[in-house]
C-alpha cells in the first residue's frame, strides 16, 4: 500500500487592511522574463509571471520601458489578438478577454471558463473555434464573455492543431493532410470551401495576404496559395532544418529554427540570409522604428531582443533593465534593487505603492548582487570582479562615491551581512557563503579590513549575528551558538537539534524563527548559551526569506506569502496567499516580493498593526475553489498539493496516470472550508507526468505533475 501521509491544517486567517494577497499585487517593476511578446503600435504587450506586461517603446533610448501589469493568476499562457481584444488562454482552463484599446493600461472584459485543454483558438463574434487535436475543431457559444456552451463541432478524426480566421474564412491545419477552408459566413458551424493539400507532416503556418508559408516537420518550407480552383503548392525551400515559426512582411519570410534565424526575399526564394540566435526564444513579433524593421524575441535569459531585418547583425537588447533581481531592500523611502545584468537602483516609494525610478547607483556597473547598507553607506557584491563595493552617501546620487572596492575570491556567496549593532566597536561586516562565513572590519571612511573567517563541519543554510552572539543553522538540522570573543574568533556555547532542515532563520527581539518546510520553530535567544524552544507552528509554506515590519513578519517561499501577527505571546499566521518568490522587504508602507523576474509590490500602509481572529472565530476564508500547482514539480519522491474549499465538502483528491488509471487516492472524505495541504508520497510510482484532480462537490480542477527519480 502506498504510504500517503496527508497534514490538513485549517489555518487562521483575519480581515487585514490589505487584500492584496487575494486581488494581486498593486504594483509591478523590473519584469524580464517573458513567454511571449506581441506588438501593438508603439506597445509590447508580453505574457510574464502571474499575468499581462506592457511596455512603451522610448525612441530617445530605443529601449523598451515598463508601463502596467494586467495581474492574471496563471503559471503559463498564450495569446492572440482579434482587433482591439486579445484573448489569454491560461493553463488554469480559463480564457480571458482583456481590451487593448486601453493601453498601457488594459483592462479585463471577462473571462470564461473551459471544459478541457485545447491547442489552438479563434474568435469570430460571440463564435469561440478551437482546436482539439483528432477530436477536431469544436465551436463553443459565449455569453457576455463570462461563460461559454458548446454549440458544435466538425472534423473529428483528423489531427487539427491551428487555427487562422480571416473576415468570413476559416483555415484550419491537418497536419497529415494540409490547410482547410471553411466559410463561416452562413449559420452553423461553417460549410467546407477547399483545401491545400501538402504530402508532409505541417507542424504550423504563417498566412500574409494570400501566401501561406508552411513549416515541414521533417524540414523545410512549403509556400501555397488559394485561388478559385482550390489551394496549391507554388514553391519550396528544403534546406531549413526543422523550422519551428514564421514571421512576413511585404517584402520579406523569416523563419525561425532553434539556433538560426533565415530571412529570404519574397521576391526570390534562392536569396536566403541567415543569422544565429541561440538566447531567444521564438514566439514574438515583427515591430518597426524610423523605417527599420526589427524582429522582437523574448530573451531566454531575460529581455526583449531586436533582430534588425535590414542588416541581419546580432540583436541589440530593446529592454530597460532586463536582468533579473539578485537583492533588495527598503530605506528611507526608497526601494534599492541589484539585478545579473542591471545596477544597484534606487526607487522612489509613492503613495498607494506606486514606484518611480530615481537614479542608479554606478550605472556603469551593471552585474550586481547581495547588497546590505547602515544608513547611507552602501555595500554591493560585484560578482563579475569577485569583488564588494563600499558606496557612501548612497542617498544622494549627485555625491555618492565609491570608496572602497576589495576582493573576495570567487566561491559563491549567500548573503553580505552588516550587524545591526557594533560587535566590539566595530562595524562588522559579515560575507556568508555556503561552507564558511569571512569577517571584515568596515571602518566610517568606507576602508575594509579582512578580520578572520569562520569554518564549520557542514553546509551553513542561514546565520544571524545578535549582539556578539553568532547563531548558525547547519544542513544536519542543527544550529550551533558561538560567542563572538574581541579578536573575532568563536566560542562554541552550545547547539540545538532540529526535527527538519532549515530553510531560513530570521531573529528579532530575542527570538530566532526557524522556518522548515512546513513547520516555523521559534527560539528563545535572551540567554545564548541555554537557547530553548518557545514554540513551533504549523506554516503554509516553507519560508526562505524573511523580514519584521511594525508587529508583523513577513515571510516568502516560491510558493506564496505568509504573514505572522507578534504582538502576542506567541505569533499567529493572519494570512497567507499571492505571489512567491526568494526574496521580500517591507517597510514603509509596502511589501516587495521577487522570484527573480520583476518585483511586485503590495500597499500594506494600513497593516502593521493587525489583529489575528479570536479563538474559535476562523477568521475570513477564502471565497472561491482553488487547487495550486504542486511544489516542489518535478519531484522525488514527496511533493505537496495545496487547495481551497469555500464550504465544507465532500472532497476526492485522485492521482491519475497519462492511461487514465487512478493510481492513487489521497483525500476522500469530508472538508472544511478554507486552505488545505497534502504531502503526496510517489515513491513506489515510476518516473513519468501524472494528473491530479480535485473534485469538491459540484466543482473539480486538474494539474499536471512531473515525477523524475
Not at 500517503?4 to 489555518?11: D, G, R
Not at 531549413?240 to 512576413?248: E, F, G, K, M, W
Not at 479570536?614 to 472561491?624: A, F, H, I, T, Y
Not at 516542489?632 to 487547495?643: A, D, E, G, H, R
Request: aromatic content about 12%.
Amino acid at each position: 500500500m502506498k504510504k500517503i501521509v496527508i497534514i490538513i491544517a485549517l489555518l487562521l486567517s483575519a480581515v487585514t487592511c490589505f487584500a492584496g494577497l487575494d486581488s494581486g499585487p498593486d504594483n509591478t517593476i523590473l519584469l524580464s522574463s517573458f513567454d511571449d511578446v506581441m506588438i501593438v503600435d508603439s506597445f509590447a504587450v508580453a505574457v510574464a509571471t502571474k499575468g499581462i506586461a506592457v511596455f512603451q517603446y522610448n525612441s530617445d533610448s530605443s529601449l523598451f520601458e515598463f508601463k502596467d501589469q494586467l495581474f492574471i493568476p496563471f503559471t503559463s499562457a498564450t495569446m492572440k489578438r482579434f482587433g482591439d481584444t486579445l484573448v489569454v488562454n491560461t493553463d488554469n482552463h480559463k480564457l480571458y478577454f482583456v481590451d487593448l484599446s486601453t493601453l498601457p493600461s488594459p483592462t479585463i472584459l471577462g473571462a470564461v471558463d473551459t471544459p478541457q485543454d485545447f491547442g489552438d483558438f479563434v474568435l469570430r463574434g460571440e463564435d469561440l473555434y478551437v482546436s482539439e487535436g483528432f477530436d477536431g475543431v469544436w465551436r463553443y457559444r459565449l455569453n457576455g464573455l463570462s461563460s461559454a456552451a458548446f454549440a458544435d463541432s466538425s472534423m473529428k478524426g483528423i489531427l487539427v492543431s491551428q487555427l487562422d480566421i480571416s473576415d468570413d474564412t476559416l483555415y484550419v491545419l491537418d497536419e497529415y493532410n494540409g490547410v482547410l477552408r471553411y466559410d463561416l459566413s452562413g449559420p452553423g458551424f461553417g460549410r467546407f470551401i477547399d483545401y491545400l493539400y501538402v504530402p508532409f507532416r505541417v507542424s504550423s503556418f504563417e498566412k500574409y495576404d494570400s501566401l501561406f508559408c508552411l513549416l515541414l516537420n521533417s524540414g523545410g518550407v512549403y509556400f501555397g496559395n488559394f485561388d478559385e480552383y482550390g489551394g496549391e503548392i507554388i514553391d519550396s525551400i528544403p534546406d531549413i532544418p526543422t523550422p519551428l515559426r514564421a514571421y512576413q512582411t511585404d517584402s520579406l519570410l523569416v523563419v525561425l529554427t532553434q539556433r538560426q534565424m533565415f530571412e529570404i526575399k519574397r521576391s526570390d526564394f534562392t536569396n536566403i540570409t541567415t543569422v544565429d540566435i541561440p538566447y531567444n526564444k521564438i514566439d514574438g513579433d515583427l515591430f518597426e522604428s524610423n523605417s527599420t524593421q526589427y524582429l522582437v524575441l523574448p530573451g531566454l535569459e531575460g529581455g526583449l531582443s531586436l533582430f534588425s531585418l535590414s542588416d541581419m547583425e546580432p540583436p541589440i537588447q530593446g529592454l530597460f533593465r532586463w536582468g533579473l533581481i539578485a537583492d533588495m531592500f527598503i530605506y528611507n523611502h526608497r526601494l534599492f534593487t541589484s539585478g545579473t545584468a542591471n545596477p544597484v537602483d534606487v526607487w522612489q516609494i509613492g503613495d498607494s505603492a506606486r514606484i518611480t525610478h530615481d537614479y542608479a547607483v554606478l550605472p556603469y556597473i551593471s552585474n550586481t548582487n547581495h547588497m546590505t547598507h547602515n544608513g547611507d553607506s552602501l555595500v554591493v557584491e560585484y560578482p563579475e570582479y569577485d569583488k564588494v563595493g563600499v558606496i557612501l552617501k548612497v542617498l544622494n546620487p549627485d555625491s555618492l562615491s565609491l570608496e572602497n572596492a576589495f576582493n573576495i575570491g570567487a566561491d559563491p556567496v549567500r548573503s553580505l551581512q552588516l550587524t545591526r549593532t557594533r560587535l566590539h566597536n566595530f562595524e562588522t561586516l559579515i560575507v556568508d557563503r555556503p561552507e564558511y562565513l569571512d569577517v571584515f572590519i568596515l571602518a566610517d571612511s568606507g576602508y575594509v579590513t579582512y578580520i578572520n573567517r569562520w569554518n564549520f563541519i557542514d553546509r551553513v543554510v542561514s546565520s544571524a549575528v545578535v549582539d556578539s552572539f553568532l547563531y548558525v543553522a547547519l544542513a544536519k538540522r542543527t544550529i550551533l551558538v558561538y560567542a563572538i570573543r574581541k579578536d573575532f574568533t568563536l566560542k562554541y556555547l552550545t547547539d540545538f537539534g532540529l526535527s527538519g532542515t532549515a530553510l531560513s532563520m530570521y531573529s528579532h527581539n530575542n527570538k530566532l524563527y526557524v522556518f522548515g518546510t512546513d513547520r516555523m520553530s521559534v527560539l528563545d535567544i535572551s540567554d545564548p548559551p541555554t537557547i530553548h524552544s518557545d514554540t513551533a507552528i504549523d506554516v503554509p509554506f516553507g519560508v526562505v526569506s524573511a523580514q519584521v515590519y511594525g508587529e508583523n513578519l513577513y515571510g516568502v517561499s516560491p510558493d506564496g506569502i505568509s504573514v505572522f501577527d507578534l504582538s502576542g505571546t506567541y505569533p499567529t499566521l493572519i494570512r497567507h496567499g499571492g505571489v512567491g518568490g526568494n526574496l521580500i522587504a517591507a517597510g514603509d508602507g509596502i511589501l516587495a516580493v521577487s522570484g527573480g523576474n520583476g518585483i511586485y509590490i503590495y500597499d500594506i500602509s494600513g497593516d502593521t498593526s493587525v489583529t489575528p481572529a479570536s479563538p474559535g472565530e476562523g477568521g475570513s476564508l477564502p471565497e472561491q475553489f482553488t487547487l495550486a500547482q504542486n511544489y516542489p514539480n518535478p519531484f522525488n519522491p514527496t511533493t505537496i498539493i495545496q487547495f481551497s474549499l469555500s464550504r465544507k465538502e465532500n472532497v476526492k483528491l485522485e492521482i491519475f496516470n497519462i492511461l487514465g488509471q487512478v493510481v492513487a487516492a489521497p483525500v476522500n472524505s469530508f472538508l472544511s472550508a478554507g486552505p488545505h495541504r497534502i504531502s503526496f508520497d510517489g515513491s513506489q510510482l515510476a518516473s513519468g507526468v501524472y494528473l491530479y484532480r480535485l473534485t469538491a462537490g459540484t466543482d473539480t480542477d486538474t494539474k499536471k505533475m512531473m515525477l523524475v527519480k
